[in-house]
């Protein structure tokens, strides 16, 4: 190796070319970076969604989501089955097994799964579609449009701003939510009907067969070659009024406007969405998975903008929220804290080393990242929140190794040697130990190897004119100070291994259970989420009404210069993605998103309007609203509530008494917030009973009874043409009076194989009962589940989950077809905490073999290990004296502090060795003053690296530029603290643990060799 440095010495010209080959690639490849708030990632869940018009949540559950999941339940590969089945839906959720090798397969697999479902009923008139579940879904822009001029006016403007939208390079999907499809009522009056002797069906049939193009195949002639196609369509959308129904020879015709009012209408309105208050509808933009999310919503914004000026008065777009913003002002404040950072790493280096040492040390930060920036795109990396996480991780990590190596040719310049041969000399010396530390920074962290400066920097020092003039006063009477308390150490260093010993069995046996852990706690996210109930059956527009009270709340308390938008939902009311998927919609229910600006340009936090907005809205409850729950949302990805228990069996009454008991006990627990159960009853069913006797007689079958009674309260889709760029639907139905009363149905009529009309009323009868709102399946099996928020500050998740399962899995286990499943954070809890160990494990092996090929010892990398636990006590005091809970995050943060930890206790133990052959070569025994000796060589690096690497982590720990970043705090803050305190560890005790190895091994060999 040394020929290699030397030549590299000897020739900083390639030395500077290769600098600013480097610079330019790199700057090159940054500005072309793409950007965005997530990093690409494939959750491994898909769903697939039905659409059965018309249909009981027990049809569709028969129907469809059983076909579908029977289809399913072969497919290998597959963790966790899920569905709901509601009233004209059907959603199956499938959770692919994160442990298998080839989950492309797995999707493909079940995709054809979900094809081979077949007779599925006539009414769905498209197939199931699959959905992937991926970050690149997610928008980047949405937009609102509302203004006071006709729904069909509305609609056309929305779709022209969507189709020049989806034009942008960019933008890769749109959705329009609000829209509604344009139909053609066509309500038959049964009075006329019945006075001209006309079933539902005749009329059904006749708008079928005028409406048609039908190709009739080619003629082919010597020279020419024709299409027939039998073309007969309706050319203005209300030509259906004059549809011939029936005809005789004395010239009368029954036309359809004889019998039924025509209306031009749209689908029946289930939701009803506002944007500040005012009716709208919203347009939802993503972007392409390849497109940078700040330029596509820049292109946004401006067609928006251009857009705008060709809107007629009284009609508004606004920006409901634009996504972009947020990763901008995110990412502006992650890299100006790490700008300050940066600084302080260069201002540290300057207080220790010359300044133009510290100068090519401080270089290795700017190199080693633009080679960083230009391998990014090559793996498809985008600058996101979690990119430049790990850029200001190793920040200061970047320059610990640059500073290990300048330090030591620095020490060689000083006692006078020649600037090459010191250079020389110098890398040679720690070369592997830095090979070492970087190995083990990747064993434990992402695999980033940035080796540039091992070259790059010798050859600058070599040539750099140093004024030597010693070391500054306050490191040598640091050193002093460090070495003599270092002596009083070795000289008790049992008693200190045994109080350090202590010390690491108090935080982890007490302060560890007191902190507690949380997944992903709350955070002063961009938005909150209201969620509301009226009385059970009240109309869809009366609670619209009452939720205006609501929104008016939301105006008087949230300030203006903070509140971005609020979007108010009649029909639903889930606070998760998953519920807009599940189809549940009912018209007491409401949702309101209020979004605000981004938290680093605001002072009030999302939880103390939280507060405000609860205090306020909860003066409704009893009056106008049942149920009004104010939830933020916990600063990680989607792992559903921090309570979440289902029962799974199929016997109904015990699974309704198990979830009764659960739901008692959770809701009268403090802390304990927004308790909601899947089971809930949905509206009275009318079941109509059949007298089959009697329909054989008169030649009617249950089937004809079934298509009948949908086409009159339902409807019927018979026909649809193409008007427009859009596709207008013809439904037949009985007129809107009739529909109110379900005693009609008794005098609907039906014709017979005879053609005689025969009344329902003559073979049915009524029976009415409640039926579920939702059926979910688990794995195949009816199940239940209780989901409930938590205060943090009032109640431990994680305990209370505890509880529960102590309480109630003893209760289940009385009925052997019945099982307890934890779900939501509880079960990602458990997930994670197995993959972390998991991931630990594979770490500290991987470190201990790199180790045992540096020091050729198997007990000398257990004495650099020990840094790791002993480590862990900094991180552990760290959390507690902020108040602040241990959180997945934070673990991330310890498996990473495992691979830094151990890079300056490698390098103080590889001294240590040294200076033992040294010693040894004379002939003489390693005493504690030349421990103490050589210790104090590797002081000013090691507190160098320590402060430069927590120098960089400060600003954006404690947000010197916008605020604390709650996401980053938890990784920040164990890494930080962790190394702080694990440079004490490295200073005193690992030297005092060497002492106890060393003298371990002359013990044991002298007992062997003795024994011999």
């Known amino acids: 190796m040394n020929t290699i440095f030397k030549y590299f010495v000897e020739h900083p010209k390639l030395v500077n070319l290769l600098l600013v080959l480097v610079l330019v690639m790199g700057i090159v490849s940054f ?53 709901y089945s509601t009233e004209n839906f059907s959603a199956v959720f499938v959770e692919i097994d994160p442990n298998i090798k080839d989950a492309e397969k797995v999707k493909s697999d079940v995709t054809k799964a979900v094809d081979r479902v077949a007779n599925l009923p006539q009414e769905i008139t498209d197939r199931p579609l699959v959905t992937e579940l991926k970050t690149d879904i997610f928008p980047v822009f949405e937009v609102a449009l509302s203004g006071k001029v006709p729904e069909l006016e509305l609609r056309k403007y929305a779709r022209t701003i969507e189709k020049k939208m989806r034009q942008l390079p960019g933008v890769g999907g749109t959705q329009k939510i609000g829209y509604r499809k344009r139909e053609i009522k066509i309500e038959v009056d049964p009075e006329k009907a019945e006075r001209n002797y006309l079933s539902l069906s005749e009329v059904m049939a006749a708008i079928q067969a005028s409406n048609i193009r039908l190709s009739g195949g080619t003629v082919l002639s010597l020279a020419t070659k024709k299409k027939i196609v039998t073309l007969d369509q309706f050319e203005e959308l209300l030509d259906v009024k004059d549809v011939i129904v029936r005809s005789v020879f004395s010239g009368r015709r029954l036309r359809v406007s004889d019998v039924a009012q025509v209306r031009d209408d749209f689908e029946k309105e289930n939701l009803i969405i506002k944007s500040n208050g005012k009716p709208c509808i919203n347009i939802i933009i993503s972007k392409k998975e390849e497109a940078d999310a700040v330029r596509v919503a820049k292109e946004v914004n401006e067609l928006l903008e251009e857009c705008k000026k060709c809107l007629p008065a009284g009609v508004e777009a606004q920006v409901v929220k634009d996504y972009s913003k947020y990763v901008s002002s995110y990412l502006t404040v992650v890299m100006e804290n790490a700008l300050i950072g940066f600084v302080l790493v260069i201002l540290c280096l300057m207080l220790v080393l010359d300044i133009r040492v510290a100068f090519w040390t401080a270089l290795g930060i700017p190199f080693s990242l633009l080679v960083t920036f230009y391998f990014m795109p090559v793996y498809d990396i985008a600058i996101t929140i979690v990119s430049l996480l790990a850029i200001v991780i190793v920040l200061g990590m970047l320059v610990d190794d640059a500073i290990v190596v300048a330090e030591h040719i620095y020490s060689y310049r000083e006692k006078g040697i020649d600037p090459i041969e010191a250079s020389v000399e110098g890398v040679s010396e720690i070369f592997w130990p830095v090979v070492a530390t970087v190995t083990t920074t990747i064993a434990a962290f992402i695999p980033v190897l940035l080796m540039g400066g091992i070259f790059i920097l010798p050859s600058h020092l070599a040539h750099t004119r140093l004024k030597l003039k010693g070391k500054p006063k306050f490191i040598s009477f640091l050193e002093g100070v460090y070495q003599r308390n270092l002596h009083r150490v070795l000289r008790r260093k049992k008693r200190v291994i045994g109080f350090f010993a202590l010390l690491f069995i108090f935080s982890v046996g007490v302060i ?43 105006e008087e308390t949230v300030p203006k210069e903070i509140l971005v938008s609020y979007v108010t939902t009649i029909g639903q009311k889930g606070t998760e993605a998953w519920s807009q998927v599940s189809g549940l919609s009912q018209s007491h229910w409401a949702r309101i998103v209020v979004n605000f600006i981004p938290r680093q340009e605001r002072r009030i936090t999302v939880f103390q309007l939280q507060k405000n907005l609860e205090t306020k809205i909860k003066k409704l409850l009893n009056t106008e609203l049942t149920e009004a729950d104010v939830i933020t949302q916990v600063g990680g990805p989607p792992v559903g509530k921090p309570i979440d228990v289902t029962f799974i069996g199929n016997d109904e009454q015990i699974r309704t008494e198990l979830a009764d ?87 609907l009529t039906i014709p017979n194989r005879a053609g005689k009309l025969i009344k329902l009323g003559s073979f049915i009868r009524f029976e009415e009962k409640e039926s579920p709102l939702a059926i979910r399946h688990q794995d195949g099996d009816r199940s239940v589940t209780i989901q409930a928020e938590v205060d943090s500050q009032k109640l431990n998740a ?83 004296i902020h108040f602040t809970p241990l959180t997945f995050l934070g673990l991330i943060g310890i498996l990473g502090l495992a691979g830094v930890v151990v890079n300056n206790s490698l390098v103080m133990l590889k001294f240590l060795n040294e200076k033992q052959k040294a010693v040894c070569a004379e002939g003489e025994q390693l005493k504690l003053e030349q421990v103490a ?37 938890p990784l920040l803050l164990a890494i930080a603290w962790g190394l702080v305190f694990s440079s004490f560890i490295t200073l005193f005790l690992i030297p005092a643990i060497y002492l106890v190895e060393r003298d371990f091994g002359c013990w044991f060999y002298a007992r062997f060799k003795k024994g011999d």
């Open 31 to 83: 500005i072309n970076l793409k950007r965005d708030s997530l990093p690409s990632v494939d959750f491994k869940m898909m769903y697939i969604t039905t659409f059965y018009p018309g249909a009981a949540a027990k049809d569709v559950e028969i129907n469809v989501t059983v076909p579908i999941e029977e289809q399913l339940q072969d497919v290998s590969g597959i963790k966790n089955l899920n569905s």
């Open 798 to 880: 994680a305990k209370f989950n505890q509880t529960i399962r102590e309480k109630f899995e003893p209760l289940v286990a009385q009925y052997p077809d019945f099982r307890l499943k934890f779900g939501g954070i509880e079960q990602s809890t458990v997930e994670s905490l197995k993959n972390f160990y998991g991931a630990l494990v594979i770490a500290l092996v991987v470190i201990y073999i790199i180790l045992v090929v540096l020091f050729n010892s198997f007990t000398q990398p257990i004495v650099v290990m020990l840094a790791i636990p002993f480590g862990l006590i900094g991180v552990i005091f760290a959390f507690a």
């Open 512 to 554: 560890l259970p007191i902190i507690g852990f949380e997944l992903y706690p709350s955070t002063d996210n961009d938005l909150l989420q209201i969620r509301i109930e009226t009385p059970k059956g009240t109309p869809i527009h009366e609670t619209e009404r009452r939720v205006q009270k609501v929104e008016k709340i939301i």
């Open 661 to 747: 008991k659960l739901y008692n006990f959770v809701s009268t627990r403090e802390g304990v917030y927004g308790v909601t159960r899947d089971d809930e009853a949905g509206p009275v069913e009318i079941n109509v009973r059949l007298n089959h006797e009697l329909m054989s007689e008169l030649g009617i079958t249950a089937l004809d009874v079934a298509q009948v009674v949908r086409t009159a309260y339902d409807g019927t889709v018979v026909t649809s043409i193409r008007k427009e760029g859009e596709e207008v639907d013809y439904r037949i139905l009985v007129a809107e009076k009739y529909q109110t009363d379900p005693r009609y149905i008794k005098n």
């Open 933 to 969: 000796e050589a210790a104090t060589r590797r002081f000013r690096p090691i507190t160098l690296t320590t402060l430069t690497t927590v120098a960089a982590l400060l600003p954006s720990l404690y947000g010197f530029i916008g605020g604390i970043t709650p996401e980053l705090f």
